[in-house]
């Protein structure tokens, strides 16, 4: 049997905006790799009558009910207390929990429990208790009428270790069906285009299902298989992911790969090549996005950001007379910059960007959205030239930068470097 | 009249943990700001029945409806169909919108428009058009039996943009009241801390409220006033504000400014000074956010990413006799660095990060989460040891950066330097 889930958050702060509902993606990323199908999200505050309606609806459409927050010992965190009236269970003090509460207060953080803590350690009769290693309110799980419910501490890192350890086990027990997804990475290509080359029947698909979802700089197509086992449900991917990776050709730049930058991550440290960077219009965002991946200085030595003409001839070596003739938003400054970067820091490969982000047109009147992205390789320097039109200024310094690694990523893997069409829909 | 919101977002790559629903925490933002009490958030998938529950729900309990995302091409987008539907209004064809979506491919991104974003020209009969200057699916608002009805494209930054240019002025067009708000910003000083110096009245306030928002590496305060004018509102934000900066001091680094960033492009231009950088750690994180900024060239000349030693070395000069002596992770490298990316870049003044952001120590054994930050000036250079802890590597790399910005601008404003205790809590 199937199970149906709704993530119920309790807490004002969310309804102001304070925090984002991080909780609740959390736990649908861990429902769905269940097989629990996750149907609703829904966000209400600390205040009793509400929250009552809130599970009325939610006790009708869903066999499976996660709250998040309101079991600190605060006057405001009326949810246990409701949530139990609602359900008909008396709350009932465990001493067990309460002297786990004691401890944690007189062993951990040498001072004594204040005493509204007591109300932690009250649960409802007969309830599964989830302990909670990193925080003192525990929670819970118990079935009511067909319903299971479990509540779940609101603090980020509480809820998601209690979900590891305690919540995640309970669900398991609960269901005989897998859920395996797998993503397909692409780069090059707008949402429209990659929908119009799969054919209807390929996205009308019930299990496996296909689904395409538009970063800002590319596109990501997630299949999704049901099954009783990860065997099964790996089965009937492979068909559809080798499928969709030959209709779209070399735009698929990995398969459960995160991001571009992790695909060169991974394809450098594989062939032992480390890269630097020259850039103008991205300004850093290429050493940014390498960098931000740990252990990325095995692959990366580093680069030179150089915003100012000056500093593209006087750091890079790019020929004050090459600026002059060609311009610094130009193929000739590109391949300049690549070559320069490579040659000062001694790496294997160097790629570089120079470009107009705009909001206004380069000091030559080159048009917002042009740039040219170089390689420097050892065979020789690659380039190509992008148009992404009048884009924000975020927007055309991402898409520059997905194409140096882009550009990277195809010349490791042996593709052709530069004939992709880089103007952009 | 006060209205109650509910915000509801549609997509099937919320309830399977793709994404956080952040679009709900902006628009919550945003409505409290006015004054519209946000009472419930609930995300749906793609599925038009379920959705129409939902709708039938949200009618009965709020007089304001914002649907977030289902606006685009996809055959899987049918919120809009489903929405109409349900609250009986026609979708009708919007010639000129058709042309603006036509104009955007054609003229900006030079492609011809795919036939199936004619869909997206479509809206309900009789409604208010809210256009999106940054993509192509135009969203809108209309009334229905005194529930107002706002449809909000799902890419975050087209929702947001969206939002503050048409949602806003639609919304509080339904209100008599003027809302102001003034955000205080401060680097340096944690949540707790920034409580506990405000007074409990000050916290306590109904009209005009203070709020403290704790973003990754700051915190912002806002005061919000409501009242029958601007100018009367202005009237009652000026003590607050005027007494939040007292209190606070030096760590406050702008009212109404955006960004430590910001502040410092501002400083820099007012007094027609140039930077550049020199960053080992941050991996061109500071050079990314000032770059991020249009106008950036006014204020910055570039800078170098030495994120290997011989970089540091060979091309921002740093001898390697101090390299050697001091590690690369230490405050001598750090001076170095600042004043090796002066001088090759020939800027006014230059900062510097080197430091151990993780997961790893350095290879010297320095701890994860301590950087050096240096700031080369034509008086001499200044160095800020950090000691963040073990802190997640973005978040590391965050306050790093956010300390190269922090020396910055108070050499340009004259505050003492490097006073401030860098340890964060």
Chains 1, 2 share one sequence.
Request: glycine share 8%; net charge negative.
């Amino acid at each position: 049997m199937s199970h149906t889930a709704e993530i119920v958050a309790v807490g004002t702060e969310l309804l102001l905006g304070n925090i984002a509902n991080t909780n609740a993606q959390v736990l649908s990323q861990a429902l769905s790799s269940l097989g629990i199908d996750v149907r609703w999200h829904t966000v209400v505050g600390d205040n009793p009558e509400r929250l009552r309606q809130v599970l009325d609806i939610a006790r009708q459409r869903a066999d499976i009910l996660i709250t998040t927050g309101g079991l600190g010992p605060t006057y405001d965190d009326l949810t246990k207390q409701t949530i139990c009236a609602f359900f008909g269970r008396p709350l009932v003090l465990h001493p067990e929990i309460l002297a786990d509460i004691r401890t944690f207060y007189e062993g951990a953080l040498h001072v004594p429990m204040p005493e509204n803590n007591t109300r932690q350690a009250e649960l409802p009769e007969g309830c599964v208790v989830f302990d909670n290693p990193v925080g003192t309110a525990p929670g819970c799980a118990f079935e009511s009428g067909g319903v299971h419910v479990l509540m779940l501490p609101g603090p980020p890192h509480e809820m998601s270790t209690m979900l590891q350890r305690c919540a995640l086990p309970y669900l398991r027990s609960l269901s005989k069906e897998v859920i395996v997804s797998h993503d397909i990475m692409t780069f090059g290509m707008g949402e429209s285009s990659v929908d119009q080359l799969l054919e209807e029947e390929m996205r009308q698909m019930d299990n496996p299902t296909l689904a395409t979802y538009a970063k800002p700089c590319e596109v990501r197509l997630r299949a999704t298989a049901k099954a009783p086992s990860r065997e099964s449900a790996e089965a009937m991917l492979t068909p559809v992911v080798a499928h969709v990776c030959a209709v779209l050709g070399d735009v698929v730049y990995g398969v459960d790969v995160r991001s571009l930058e992790e695909a060169c991550f991974l394809a450098l440290k594989a062939r032992g090549l480390t890269f630097a960077t020259a850039e103008s219009c991205t300004g850093g965002l290429v050493a940014q996005r390498i960098t931000a991946l740990p252990g990325a200085s095995q692959v990366y030595r580093g680069g030179v950001v150089s915003y100012w003409t000056s500093v593209k001839a006087d750091v890079l070596g790019v020929p004050q007379a090459l600026l002059d003739a060609h311009g610094p938003v130009s193929e000739a400054a590109a391949r300049a910059m690549a070559e320069g970067a490579r040659r000062i820091t001694g790496a294997d490969l160097a790629v570089s960007v120079t470009g107009a982000a705009g909001p206004d047109p380069d000091e030559r009147g080159v048009p917002v959205g042009i740039a040219y992205i170089a390689l420097a390789a050892p065979e020789g320097t690659f380039c190509r030239r992008m148009d992404a039109g009048r884009r924000r200024r975020d927007r055309i310094q991402g898409l520059a930068a997905n194409h140096a690694f882009d550009l990277l990523r195809r010349y490791l893997t042996g593709l052709p470097i530069t004939a992709l069409d880089a103007t952009h829909p």
